[in-house]
């Protein structure tokens, strides 16, 4: 068994799932246990990854410890162990899908499916009726959920949006057309950004993609300056970038985008340095900035995966040359199988701070480790003593209180800590500033008031 970086790319995309992965030559490198897991899990967590990234990018002369294996396969802790027992029991010997799928949902329902109040308070509304596939957290920013782009070229096990692709339709986002978005964004001239994001918008081809960007650059939403698109098909899938069929035609509309005058940032998700090594994922890179477009980087730090703060460096700095743009490492959200993927919050700053110092001021572009938590992002700025405590610096990089960011805090220190859930306010305060505030503070475009009223 060898790794196969020295292979013909594949040309075609091929995914494989749950119901297929058994048809790739490397089940068969995997031992029992771990294909076991892979069938037990799978029915909880979403499962599918392709070619590239099974010849490309893992290395399987390191199996289970390979981090994109880790970050693809998955592994029995990522539930506890009664519950991996009792879903082992109906899948692989009692095969009772009715059993299977009563447990599958009591499990995934205990997993936090939507946090950072997703459904409750994200979802603005027109005339008091919500609008599907439509987030509007932050004055500025808008997020756009279309449904062609609710799948990705392969999952992310730690994937914060997993309820998107299990099949829990209630607590599903997507949007059929952008007629509504563009009807939005036109009564909130307050909004200057519009993220698309799924899934994966990059999974469309390009005549369905410019379907839905191509009405933003509508004169009457010249106070749209940026169009955003949140993608792993960097990492998962550069063939999309670069010799896709559609491939030169999608980076025609870039520069259509582009040449209109709007900022097209692509999103670049990233989680480890081996995702720019090889040459195709390099090239996507040098294509997208060529057309005008910017790159930036951003990804969370996982247990398992990316602890190692080389890796970090080696990723912001071989991005950083080719003209990406290092922008954030998040902290791994509370939803899903956090347990298996989260770091305390103290070793999360550590990390970072041991890449931050190994970059130069080029790539120190990026900011964490930041939560994107109920009230906003927040950013663990340091670890600091004052007048003999030991405490958290942190701030808010956004919130839904634009008074909130920037505006310095500090919690006690706890080395056990993974979420500002766990942490308490310094200087023997009962509350966080921004818990004083009740209710949820009203944005100027009243979006959370009135989805709450819908």
């Not at 609008?131 to 932050?138: A, D, P």
């Not at 990804?299 to 700095?317: F, T, V, Y």
Request: contains cysteine; hydrophobic residues 40%; neutral net charge.
């Amino acid at each position: 068994m060898s790794t196969t970086t020295t292979e013909l790319l594949p040309a075609k995309f091929k995914p494989y799932t749950r119901q297929s992965i058994r048809q790739a030559r490397q089940w068969e490198w995997l031992p029992p246990e771990q294909r076991e897991a892979v069938q037990v899990v799978s029915a909880v967590l979403p499962f599918r990854t392709n070619e590239y990234v099974l010849d490309q990018l893992i290395d399987w002369n390191n199996i289970p410890d390979d981090p994109i294996y880790r970050l693809v396969f998955p592994h029995r802790d990522m539930l506890p162990p009664e519950q991996y027992a009792r879903l082992r029991e109906l899948v692989i010997e009692r095969q009772d899908q009715a059993a299977i799928d009563a447990c599958v949902r009591t499990i995934r329902l205990g997993m936090n499916p939507h946090p950072a109040g997703q459904l409750t308070h994200n979802v603005p509304a027109m005339d008091g009726v919500p609008v599907r596939g439509l987030q509007h957290k932050y004055g500025q920013t808008v997020l756009f959920f279309p449904s062609a782009g609710q799948t990705c070229h392969a999952y992310c096990t730690f994937c914060f949006r997993w309820p998107q692709f299990v099949g829990m339709d209630d607590m599903k986002f997507d949007a059929r057309q952008s007629h509504e978005l563009v009807a939005y964004l036109k009564r909130h001239p307050e909004v200057t950004d519009v993220l698309f994001t799924g899934g994966d918008p990059m999974i469309m081809n390009t005549r369905q993609l410019a379907a839905y960007l191509e009405p933003l650059l509508d004169p009457a939403l010249e106070h749209i300056q940026n169009i955003r698109i949140g993608t792993k098909s960097v990492a998962y899938w550069p063939q999309r970038f670069v010799s896709d069929r559609d491939a030169d035609d999608l980076l025609r509309l870039f520069e259509r985008i582009v040449q209109s005058g709007k900022n097209l940032a692509i999103m670049g998700h990233y989680n480890h340095a081996v995702e720019l090594r090889p040459e195709i994922a390099r090239q996507a890179v040098k294509r997208i900035v060529g057309t005008g477009a910017t790159l930036r980087m951003q990804g969370p730090l996982i247990r398992h995966i990316n602890e190692d703060p080389n890796s970090w460096a080696e990723l912001w700095q071989t991005g950083t040359r080719l003209g990406a743009i290092p922008y954030y490492m998040f902290v791994e959200r509370d939803t899903g199988p956090r347990g298996y993927f989260e770091l305390p919050l103290a070793r999360a700053h550590e990390i970072f701070q041991a890449a931050y110092q190994q970059v130069s001021g080029l790539s120190r572009t990026v900011r964490g480790p930041s939560m994107s938590a109920f009230a906003g992002k927040i950013v663990v700025d340091g670890i600091v003593s004052i007048h003999g405590e030991k405490l958290f610096a942190l701030q808010f990089l956004q919130a839904r209180n634009p008074d909130w960011v920037r505006r310095p805090f500090y919690a006690k220190y706890d080395e056990h800590a993974t979420w500002i859930d766990h942490l308490q306010p310094a200087f023997d305060q009962e509350k966080f500033f921004f818990e004083l505030d009740e209710p949820v503070p009203q944005m100027p475009h009243k979006v959370i008031a009135l989805a709450q009223a819908a």
